[in-house]
């Protein structure tokens, strides 16, 4: 539906926020992108996990394996106090780029 | 169920990464494909089925770890940390030298830094390892190197202890009918040094002599380079003068004239024939004697040989042979009262530990003081 251009510019900030809730794994990024855009949104994992380790590597998420009682281990990502903080920017980064098209097209901001 | 770790391992290219990061990567990729088949399951698909599935959420594995070796730059390992990876996944002996090529990286990076303490790091050392180098050239050479005779260890000295514990050489006639007798010997015999005065070739000169009894050159398990040894009876008086010189006085003295073979020399004012010339390495016991005389022209009292030696059995040891000898004390007493009155005990010690036995404590303190000395220095240069 959405170009890829258009879906890898917000990878990084849908990813962020997500996290900001609670620790997750990634699978559990890609499929709540997925429930929470109403099946709009579909990262595969060619495209999510690069972001995750780039992420991590620029100190915004850490990953670490974690056993759950009755799961098996897995990877959680979570967010980290310099990446709350790329997550405010990139909010009202998001939010200023969104008021500009608007005004430009011409139609209100819900 | 699909081993999705071997899946991913086999199919993701990540280059020269970091083991550690490249096993998250490939672990968590490989939960990932386990969660997609799980899922599939779960919505009523068969295992080939779910497996399809999941290894379709990844079609081009090529493009992932191009991506991916793009973003992990930072954990890709520098040249020498990619050989030690390599190294450390063959295991075994790379595993070793992997870790000794880690530790000479660090070690050589911590002296470049600082060359002041390099310079004297390698002074230490050298000073260290020179001195050990030195040290142990010794005790090889003195206390582990066997002697130079065939079967060494099967050479001893035999000895006499008396009733107040003192060790004196064996009785000469002792030693006679132990030859005669004992079952557990090759041959024993005795020896004397004494000094010779050569005159009549040239400058007078004093050799160092060693007088020999019946089978010494047995004893000594060595044959002539030129001519013979004594034979049996020639060690009696009365019979012909002959000597063995040693190669050094051959060659220094006689220049290594092979036709000096035959001839008479003067030795103490009476004529010996030469009949034999030893080989260069003999030296036996230590390197004393230039020219050999048979035991009958010793100008001592031969009650007592200096050096007593013998040649113990093949299959006998040390202690059977001592044991023989001892039992025929008794019969000796009563044949050479005299000689015997003091003697309680025969003691036999192989050639080697009598040669060293003086200075094998000094050696062996200070080679452990020098490897200490070393440990230190060491100690010091990797602190």
New interface residues.
Partial sequence: MFSPELKKGSVELLILSLLEAKARHGYEIGKQIEARSDGALQFRIPSLYPVLCRMENRGWIRGRWVEKAGQRRRCYYRLTPEGARVLEQQKDHWDAYVAAINRVIGSEHA | MPDWKEYVRRRLELGDLDPHREN??V???A??????YGEALEGGAGPEKAAAFARA????WD??GR??R???K??RLPAADRWRARARARGGLWLLLADLQKDLLHGARTLRRAPGFTLAAVLTLAIGIGAITVTFTYVEAILIRPLPFPDPDRLVMVRERTAEGEVQPAAYANLLEWRREARTFVDLAGMIAQSVNLTGEGEPARLRGGFVSDGFFRVAGVSALHGRLFQPGEDQPGGERVVVLSHPVWTNRFGGDPGLLGRRLELNGEPFTVIGILPEEFSFPIDYAGIWLPMAYVTQDLERAWWNFGRIRPGVDLEQAERELNAMLPGLAARFPELNAEVQQVQLETLHSRLVRRIRPTLWIFLGAVALVLLIASANVAT
Avoid: N
């Fill in positions: 998250r990567i672990e968590d990729l939960e990932q494909l386990e969660d997609f959420q990844v079609s081009d493009r992932l991506e991916l793009s973003v992990e930072s954990h």
